[in-house]
């Protein structure tokens, strides 16, 4: 059997007067992610991850911000988009690990309901989902919560 690894990374910046999108869930928060799309830096870090693992290019590619078509999208079709990219060339997704990098808001209550979102998407378990959290303990523009990071793994195999 066929494996390939991909990472992804992603940086958003937080303003206020946007929603924050996080693993395809609205988490209620006094700012949200600033970009063209709804700016859901865990699912761009997971697209750009699958896309990588097959030498894909990256959701800019794909997806570019130059298009209007992509504005305000929901990420959670960039996804899908992306999971149908992979499998049209034959892989499916094995398992995905994740790590959010923000101090505020807390995660954790939410987690469940971003793995069952992303793992509906990319047709795996909830079980294949990992997604973790950590502050840069008030370092940097993180640690000002002036944005946010998602780092992703995804394994992908053949079908």
């Known amino acids: 059997m066929a494996y390939r690894i991909g990472s992804g990374v992603d940086y958003h910046q937080l303003v206020t ?11 209620p928060h006094t700012k949200g992610a600033l970009g063209h799309s ?13 896309l990588g693992a097959l030498a894909l290019g990256d959701i800019g590619f794909h997806f570019p911000d130059t298009d209007n078509s992509y504005k305000n ?8 988009r ?3 990219l992979i499998e049209a060339r034959g892989y499916k997704v ?7 990098c923000l101090e505020n ?14 793992a509906a998407i990319v047709h795996v378990t909830s079980n294949d989902v990992s997604i973790k959290a950590t502050t840069t303990e008030k370092m940097g523009f993180i640690g000002r919560e002036e944005g946010l ?3 992703a793994t995804v394994l992908l195999s053949l079908k």
């Open 94 to 100: 094995i398992n995905i690990d994740s790590t959010l």
């Open 73 to 80: 999208i929901d990420s959670k079709i960039l996804l899908s």
């Open 149 to 151: 990071k998602a780092y």
């Open 38 to 50: 709804d700016a859901d830096v865990l699912l761009h870090a997971i697209c750009d991850a699958m």
């Open 105 to 118: 808001p807390k995660i954790k209550s939410y987690v469940p309901q971003m793995q069952q979102t992303i």
């Open 82 to 84: 992306s999971t149908e």
């Open 17 to 27: 007067g946007r929603d924050l999108w996080i693993g395809g869930v609205k988490i």
